[in-house]
């Protein structure tokens, strides 16, 4: 049973345009979301991360929201470069404390084509 | 300063082998954690090391297991491999601290025929 959903398994979108890229994740104690980009050949980066006291974090072209109620998150790219092309991972994570595991849960990956 | 680094990047193996991976955590890393990514699965998380011991441990078969020296340094091996295991397997290490994220190697691709 998967706790991470990506739906998309691929999105393209045009250069300069925005990306919107969809997690959902069924786990309610999740309480600490990532997301990673991995290029081929390489191993996923670490871009932005949201704790689940926010709904928004941002850094630079990218903006990450978190929708609690709803179990959640989506990150904004804009404006999309051809350099953003790669698979996006969406992961999560719980409170130790709390009794869950602070292991993140990865998403199957969205893979993002930007037209130049 | 130097990243993740995991070696060998390729390899082939042949069914009912075994193999070793090697991974070099970031300086001053002492959790290693290491994933499984197949084509549609995404990453699936096989076990963590943290100061030599096992700390957690994913739904893989026994076949897998691994181990971490003390300077931190982590091993992961496949015994009697399965075509299934056909993969790339990546490293992460990363601080205690949670909110540092991950820092991943660029993997060690199997293939195995």
């Known amino acids: 049973d998967q706790q991470v959903k990506q739906n998309s398994p691929s999105l393209s979108v045009q250069e300069g345009r925005i990306s919107i890229l969809n997690c959902d994740y069924t786990n309610s104690m999740f309480d600490y979301f990532l997301w990673y980009k991995k290029y081929p050949a390489e191993g996923p980066t670490f871009l932005i991360s949201?704790?689940?006291?926010?709904d928004k974090n941002e850094d630079g072209r990218f903006t990450v929201f978190l929708n609690k109620s709803a179990k959640h998150l989506s990150l904004h790219i804009v404006p999309s470069q051809p350099g953003d092309s790669a698979v996006y991972f969406c992961a999560a994570s719980a409170n130790f404390e709390s009794g869950g595991s602070y292991i993140p849960t990865f998403g199957r990956g969205t893979s993002l084509i930007v037209h130049p | 300063k130097a990243g993740v680094t995991q070696t060998p990047r390729y390899l082939i193996k042949t069914r009912g082998q075994q193999v070793t991976l090697s991974c070099s955590p970031i300086s001053g890393h002492r959790s290693v954690s290491w994933y499984q990514q197949t084509p549609g699965q995404g990453l699936q998380f096989l076990f963590e090391?943290?100061?030599?011991?096992?700390?957690n441990k994913g739904n893989f078969p026994g076949r897998f297991s691994g181990r971490q020296f003390s300077n931190s340094r982590s091993e992961m091996n496949v015994s009697t491999l399965e075509l299934g295991d056909s993969a790339l397997y990546l490293c992460a290490s990363s601080l205690v601290s949670r909110a540092a994220g991950y820092t991943f190697g660029s993997g060690t691709r199997l293939t195995v025929v």
């Open positions: 090391y943290f100061s030599e011991t096992q700390r």
């Open positions: 949201i704790s689940s006291i926010k």
